[in-house]
């Protein structure tokens, strides 16, 4: 499968741990990009790199969220201090621009669940 | 900033009725516009999408949406619905930039559900 791939697929997590996501987005793409989903809601999204530079961050990323992607191919999310309200599905997207910008190509995301 | 709305949270329709989904954004100017679905256990996966041109867009699967800039809308159409379109719409937006394009942004999605 050469599409999006997120790691893991399911995280279970006392209150107050650290966890971190791993993304490895569709190989040539440039653009990678974070989204949350909640029950109900559509993906709200939290942040994106153009290939290893973070471009943006939404006002949904606390300062106990960071991200990373050191050599613009693979991408971290890292929760420090987990609360219950972190408990989402954390989407991952990619896509190529080269002037004009494809589509994103989601993954199948990780759920987190925060007891 | 832009923001979508999906006025029907959750539709439930007979195999073979018409489907109409609404979505309405919100910006005043150059936006493209998407229509993802998540089938249950999977991935959003792209439905169509509106870059420029034709504002009456056809996508996979037998579906289509129509842009009415005036309207500020992007509804999401099939004329006869099956049992395997049983899924959650996502309508979404972003604002056309060279180079590159904003991050989408989703309404709250519609669930779909088809019944025999």
């Known amino acids: 499968d050469t599409g999006v791939s997120q790691d893991p697929r399911h995280k279970i997590t006392k209150r107050g741990q650290n966890v971190t996501f791993r993304c490895d987005p569709i190989?040539?793409?440039?653009?990678l990009y974070w989204y949350r989903q909640t029950l109900g809601q559509g993906p709200e999204f939290l942040t994106y790199f153009q290939n290893e530079a973070q471009l943006e961050k939404s006002r949904l990323l606390s300062d106990r969220f960071s991200a990373e992607r050191p050599k613009g191919s693979f991408s971290t999310l890292e929760i420090q201090r987990t609360e219950q309200g972190d408990s989402a599905m954390y989407l991952c997207?990619?896509?190529?621009?080269?002037?004009?910008?494809?589509?994103?190509?989601f993954g199948q995301g990780t759920r987190l669940t925060v007891v | 900033a832009q923001s979508v709305s999906q006025h029907n949270h959750h539709v439930i329709l007979s195999e073979a009725a018409s489907l109409e989904l609404g979505c309405n954004y919100s910006y005043g100017g150059t936006v493209n516009l998407f229509w993802y679905v998540q089938y249950p256990g999977q991935h959003l996966q792209l439905l169509l999408k509106?870059?420029?041109?034709?504002?009456l867009v056809k996508g996979i699967k037998g579906f289509e949406a129509e842009f009415i800039k005036s309207k500020f809308s992007f509804n999401l159409r099939k004329p006869s619905v099956q049992w395997s379109d049983t899924a959650e719409y996502f309508c979404?937006?972003?604002?056309?930039?060279?180079?590159?394009?904003?991050?989408?942004?989703f309404g709250k999605g519609t669930r779909l559900s088809v019944i025999a």
């Open positions: 997207a990619s896509s190529l621009v080269i002037g004009e910008d494809t589509e994103a190509f």
């Open positions: 190989s040539e793409h440039n653009r």
């Open positions: 979404a937006v972003n604002v056309a930039l060279d180079p590159g394009n904003t991050p989408l942004v």
């Open positions: 509106y870059f420029s041109g034709d504002p």
